[in-house]
């Protein structure tokens, strides 16, 4: 099957306001399905659980569960990390960490069609991330500390508020620590996208937990 178009990827980018990180688990697909019904418009497999990365076929496994979720509820699929992985699953999106390959290393083994977003962690890597080349969106955190991420100082809204201030018309996600009763504050900071991981993964019920994100996420 066809990818989508960068065109069609772009628009989609545009509207999305909810981005759910995951790990891989047994009921990988159901979990997904779930999640989009409630409202995700973009699923990265993330998997660093015991702080190491998946098995190349492990990964590709989960990602295709995911790509076939993704189709159904029509979402974006996210790659992190490794270029070689989102152009071998034809991904949507590939997300760039600071230490992670330089975009135009990655735009060479992806091509041009995929989006590349890139995590940010202060002012002047927002700032970088707001211009630099080949980067179609940028996420801003963490905005509280998180067991999701241990051991990464939080900026805290404080960084959301100055990425707002930037008034950038490239797409930003804040994230880090976000849940249903905090998502008001990050509002009132100036984000209007945000990235998840524990506020729907550790919900009793995924799809209510996406759904009542998404509702304040407009
Ligand atoms: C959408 C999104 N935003 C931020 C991150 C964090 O990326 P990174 O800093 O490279 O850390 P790891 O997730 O790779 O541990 C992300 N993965 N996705
Ligand atoms: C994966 C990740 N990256 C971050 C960053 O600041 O770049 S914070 C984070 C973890 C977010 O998980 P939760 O929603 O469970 O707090
Ligand atoms: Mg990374």
Redesign the pocket.
């Known amino acids: 099957m066809p990818g989508l178009s960068g065109d069609e990827i772009r628009k989609r980018l545009d509207a999305a306001r909810l ?1 759910l ?1 995951t790990g891989d688990r047994p009921d990988l697909a159901e979990f997904a399905d779930a999640a989009l019904a409630g409202g995700v418009d973009i699923i ?1 497999l ?1 998997d ?1 659980r015991d702080g190491a990365p998946l098995e190349a076929r492990q990964e590709l496994a989960a990602l295709e569960i995911l790509a076939e979720a993704c189709a159904r509820h029509g979402a974006l699929l ?1 790659v ?2 490794r270029a070689d992985i989102a152009a071998a699953v034809d991904a949507d999106v590939l ?6 390959l330089p975009v135009p290393l990655a735009r060479r083994v992806i091509g041009d069609e995929p989006v590349i ?1 890139r ?1 940010t962690h202060d002012r002047p890597q927002a700032e970088a991330a707001a211009v630099e080349e080949g980067v179609d969106y940028f ?1 801003t ?1 963490p905005c509280w500390p998180t067991p999701t ?1 241990p051991g990464r100082p939080a900026p805290g809204l404080d960084l959301v508020r100055s990425t707002a201030a930037l008034g950038t018309a490239r797409p930003w ?1 804040a ?1 880090g620590g976000i849940d249903a009763e905090r998502l008001p504050e990050v509002l009132a900071a100036g984000a209007s996208r945000i ?1 998840v991981v524990r506020a729907i993964t550790e919900a009793e019920d995924p799809a209510a937990a996406a759904r009542a994100l998404r509702a304040e996420l407009g």
């Open positions: 981005y990180c990265q993330r660093k996210a992190n990390d997300h760039l960490g600071q230490d992670d977003g995590s996420c955190g991420k996600f994230i990235v």
